[in-house]
């Protein structure tokens, strides 16, 4: 998968990019955080925010504008 | 250049607030793990100092372990690991290296001809050490080579140094007796026994005898007639006489063990030699064992024994009883054997400048008898 995704970022050349399966969620672009709380997540990708609200998100990797997070995520929304 | 990762413990209280102030000053976090207070990140070495920056946490760096840590270890001290390491080669090769070849043994002959032979298999100064087993192999080899030369041989390793001993082989000549010859007497005396294979006795059990007197004749004779010659043989032990003088002081020094002792290398040449640490004994017996030599100097261990001086002095009579016995010793020492004292008396005893002086009469029990060849007169 990690080759997969490589290679169609590679093509692709996206500037971000959300995956979200099981209990996390990796969110790739994003230019800061606005709120990181145990039930409630912002973020401010380019011209849009996305709000995740859930339970017990926990950080399992940050870099400057990549983020992967576990947790219970309920909603998910474009503001 | 390849990254460098470090784990590092935060105590925080808001881990939330923690990783979005990481992300304002641009910290990477590649790995967390969770505790109570406590979380434990993987960031970049170079990002350490921006997490120093962050006021409302305590951080500690956690030391790594296994491979990693063995592999900074060995970074970090690499200059002194290399340095033991050339250390320990060259004290291996200086170990191995034998600088001298010493073969104890008077007669030069010899000396000359196993330096030979020794050279010739290899062992001389400025080579690699000889395992045991070759050492033993060129021992069997010239012992071999030369079995008129040599009877016994043996190469020591002592430090630096082969120390070769040899037994040089004496074959027997063959004892040539003389066709014609008396036993005569040495020395004055009373003959108290006499033990002869060939030739006739001229004196009996108790006769006196003077120095240069003919025991046993090589010279048969009948009616006073020659009838033929041979060489006489045989031992003549006679009483003979003594006087002996010894001397002992009343009183000596002796120095004392006195169970102390100091370690030292003491460093030797032909023109010093001298000790490596300052002795801290004023008086001292000495046990050294050679280590190695090395440019002309010898290198040997010296373990001293602290010895202190005590003075004795003797009575009168204890110093003639040891005078009297250092006589006897005197007398002793030339007896060979079957040779006693018989009987002793003391001559003269006094006491001057603090010394003892005896004179002693001995009588001994002795072989007077010597072998003097003569000419047989056609």
């Known amino acids: 998968m990690h080759i997969y995704k490589t290679i169609k970022n590679f093509l692709l050349d996206q500037d971000y990019f959300i995956d979200l399966w099981q209990k996390n969620i990796h969110i790739y672009g994003f230019s800061k955080i606005e709120i990181l709380q145990e039930n409630r997540a912002l973020f401010i990708i380019r011209e849009f925010k996305l709000e995740i609200l859930g339970q017990d998100f926990r950080v399992l990797k940050l870099t400057k504008n990549e983020i992967l997070l576990q947790g219970i995520i309920k909603e998910m929304r474009f503001l | 250049m390849k990254e460098s990762y470090e784990w590092v413990s935060v105590k925080v209280s808001n881990p939330d607030r923690f990783f979005l102030k990481c992300h304002e000053k641009n910290i990477a976090i590649y790995e967390i793990q969770r505790m109570n207070n406590e979380v434990k990140i993987k960031i970049q070495t170079k990002d350490y100092s921006k997490l120093k920056q962050i006021w409302f946490i305590k951080i500690k760096k956690i030391e790594p372990i296994g491979i990693q840590a063995l592999k900074k270890k060995i970074q970090k001290h690499h200059i002194f690991l290399i340095a033991i390491g050339i250390g320990l080669v060259f004290l291996y090769v200086l170990s191995h290296i034998m600088l001298s070849v010493t073969v104890v043994h008077s007669n030069q002959d010899i000396r000359f001809l196993l330096m030979n032979a020794l050279e010739e298999k290899g062992i001389k100064e400025n080579t690699w050490r000889k395992s045991y087993q070759e050492i ?9 080579e030369y079995p008129d030369q ?82 006489a043989t045989g031992s003549v032990y006679a009483e003979v006489w003594y006087t002996v003088k010894a001397s002992v002081p009343l009183s000596y020094e002796e120095y004392e063990i006195t169970g102390k002792t100091r370690w030292n290398i003491k460093l030797k040449n032909t023109s010093y030699h001298d000790f490596l640490f300052k002795s801290r004994l004023e008086t001292y017996d000495e046990e050294i064992t050679p280590l190695f030599t090395l440019f002309g100097t010898e290198v040997s261990f010296v373990k001293q024994h602290e010895t202190v001086k005590k003075v004795f002095t003797m009575e009168e009579n204890e110093a003639a009883d040891k005078a009297l016995t250092l006589a006897l010793e005197k007398i002793s020492a030339t007896l060979e054997e079957k040779e006693t ?12 400048n603090s010394t003892m002086n005896i004179e002693v009469f001995v009588s001994v029990l002795e072989q007077i008898g010597e072998r003097q060849e003569f000419t047989v007169e056609e």
């Open chain 2, 136 to 144: 033993e192999k060129i021992k069997q080899e010239i012992l071999d």
């Open chain 2, 150 to 231: 040599l009877e016994w041989l043996e190469i020591e390793v002592n430090g630096l140094n082969y120390i070769v001993r040899v037994e040089e082989r004496k074959l027997e000549q063959e004892d040539s007796t003389p066709e014609a010859c008396n036993v005569v007497a040495t020395k004055d005396g009373i003959v108290k026994e006499m033990i002869y294979m060939n030739g006739e006795a001229l004196f009996k059990r108790n006769d006196s005898v003077k120095k240069g007197d003919i025991l046993i004749s090589g010279t048969i004779k009948k009616d006073e007639e020659t009838k033929s010659t041979v060489c």
């Open chain 2, 341 to 352: 004292i018989i009987a002793k008396k003391v001559l003269k005893k006094e006491v001057n």
